[in-house]
């Protein structure tokens, strides 16, 4: 086997001295790796999001507002018609316990369903925290002289405290909770401190939660077999046995994001897009990422451009003998995916019949709720946390991602598993969703920096091998999947690839669910529904509003239309090719080793 080595790549420190003609005071290095140590171990205590930055934040806002006597007068207009609005309804329920609510909850609030929220006191207490929360909106936004990401950043902070005191989240408050209280004797708050023991012990000890231990890859996960035909340092690539007496010519090569684990798209039978292709009759190839760790620290974006898709693209050829592979890049992946066809169709490398990119972003500028977190004080503070021990760890990282919905992924569990004592049962995606990765701290920096921050890749200023690229070189015709719920990669954003590119061909499909359930849209997934649209060149523009009201909607999981549309851009069926070559044996059995690294 063609084993690649890795050389070392070149590394400019994230924090420089000053530029002076002066060499620096001999305590400089000492003080600034002082201050690094301090905020490394106090983003740890912050899960990674900096004070500093939310309390400039805050005295901004509150110097606009001290500023701003018009907006004063208009919110305690709003404060006394609020509470007017509470004591008629207040009223109004005394004389007729059926009195409709004076304020519906948002479509996606699910905490007051129940019918015991309907109930006196119960229906009360809730009007009234969702008046206080749609006041405080008010109160932090359309201040005059704040910014519209300054904005942003106070109404959703402000938000998550609110969403802390949620009458729901208090037992006395909650009448689910009272209800099942009386109903048990108290036995489901002994059930639920259980819970929370049993789970911040098995955090604490690096354990998987419980439950997830029924799945294991190999075994009921990532079970497509196949065999590991490539190994370098970053990652295996694995190459699925064929099904089908005829395959597709062309090869798909999947290149999946390193922020999870690979077998999100190879998850159980029945569920897995692996297993749907090959029985399609294609030839699949999935990227395999290992689980980086301290000794990785200084890996690159481009480092794993290079031993990523790059490499994995010679061994597709050769082992195939196809000269033209259908890539797929997922989130991450397929940002890099994106980054390594602009910079192929620069150097006129036409090895790339397809582009499909699932929930993936190559614009960052409007890149949704998680860009509350990206910003100079936020991004230094988490180099700060990364330097200290050589990558993001995945604790961390999730920290964020569950805070964009904390209802759904904190607040609901507190009440479920611990005020009610009930345990939501595992499933395979949540047991997937709980194999977390590392991220290296050079390539989550530059990541952060250069895409997030700067937005590099769609300004043309993003370079590889020293030169700039451009999404405008791709010619390939390109399939994007958004997905309506997606907090990671908003779907609005991941459709601005129309202003991007002058591909031949530009189709998008929007399905529904979210980042990862509504790319894992099995065909015999009972919910799905998608919308599909080509644009070609010459035609003009949609915007996403008009796109979405004028492109009919469809039942059922996007795959098929997918699948139909690789048919349509292949060049017919050959035999399938062998497992491996001379050159490129197999190594394993699928899934390999880098998938089970912890």
Known sequence: MAQESRTAPEHKPCTSPPATAERPNPGYFATHALDRAFKANLA????????????SVYVEWLAHLTLSPGKQLELGEK??????????????????PLTPACIEPMAHDRRFRDDAWQQWPYNLIYQSFLLTQQWWHNATTGVEGVSPAREQVINFVTRQLLDHASPSNIPWLNPEVTRASLASGGWNLVEGWQNFLEDGERALSGKPPVGAEAYRVGENLAVTPGQVVYRNHLMELIQYAP????????????????IMKYYVLDLAPGKSLVEYLVDQGHTVFMISWRNPGSEDRDLGMDDYRRLGPMAALEVVTEITGSPRVHGVGYCLGGTLLSIAAAAMARDGDKRLA???????????????????????SQVSYLENM?????????????????ILRSNDLIWSRVVHDYLLGQRQPMNALMAWNADITRLPYRMHSEYLRRLFLDNDLASGRYQVDHRPVAIQDIRAPIFAVGTTADHVAPWQSVYKIHLLTDADEVTFLLTSGGHNAGIVSEPAHPRRRFRLRTQRQGERYLDPDTWQQTTPEQPGSWWPAWQEWLVGHSGGQVAPPDLGSERYPPLEDAPGRYVLMP
């Open 386 to 402: 990364m330097w200290g021990q050589g990558y993001l760890d995945g604790y961390q990282m999730a920290g964020a991602f569950q």
């Open 79 to 96: 404060l006394v018609r609020k509470s007017n609005r509470l004591a008629r309804y207040a009223g109004r329920l005394a004389m007729d």
């Open 354 to 376: 397809t582009l499909t990119t699932l929930a993936t972003q190559v614009d960052f500028t409007e890149a949704g709720e998680l860009m509350l977190f990206i910003g100079e």
């Open 243 to 258: 099904t089908t007496r005829q395959v597709q010519a062309e090869p798909v090569l999947i290149v999946p994001a390193w």
């Open 44 to 55: 740890r205590m912050t899960a990674g999001i900096t004070p500093a930055g939310l309390a």
